[in-house]
């Protein structure tokens, strides 16, 4: 028995994920592998992206993954706000609901696991 043991495993790839979503690394990954970039007009997907300064990344459940992931995306400078079953002492700003939640934020990220009812 070892609670959230697997916690960084689950936390560091869910961070990766959004960064490459939020930064469309795959489509631009894909136009520089297929050789476009040499075309004479330049593609819209390599236009300078939004980072994530200022971004407002919501984490539903503030379990031990939870914690983890606002930890990261708190660290390139983002609002962190999350609703859980409950008020943690934690950082970040607690909204009522889910609702709220994802009203609030650009990003919504799920850490809780499935079958959770609200």
């Not at 495993?9 to 990766?16: I, L, N, R, S």
């Not at 979503?21 to 007009?41: F, I, M, N």
């Not at 200022?54 to 708190?74: D, H, L, P, Q, T």
């Amino acid at each position: 028995h070892s609670p959230a043991a697997n916690a960084s495993a689950v936390a560091d790839p869910a961070v990766t994920s959004m960064l490459a979503v939020t930064r469309r690394l795959l489509p631009a990954d894909g136009y520089v592998r297929s050789g476009s970039w040499s075309a004479a007009k330049p593609s819209p997907l390599m236009s300078p992206q939004p980072g994530n300064p200022g971004r407002r990344v919501g984490v539903f459940g503030m379990g031990e993954i939870g914690r983890k992931i606002a930890s990261r995306v708190a660290a390139f400078e983002t609002e962190v706000g999350y609703f859980s079953r409950s008020r943690h002492e934690v950082p970040y700003q607690y909204l009522p609901s889910l609702a709220a939640l994802a009203e609030w934020c650009n990003v919504l990220m799920i850490a809780v696991r499935a079958g959770v009812s609200i």
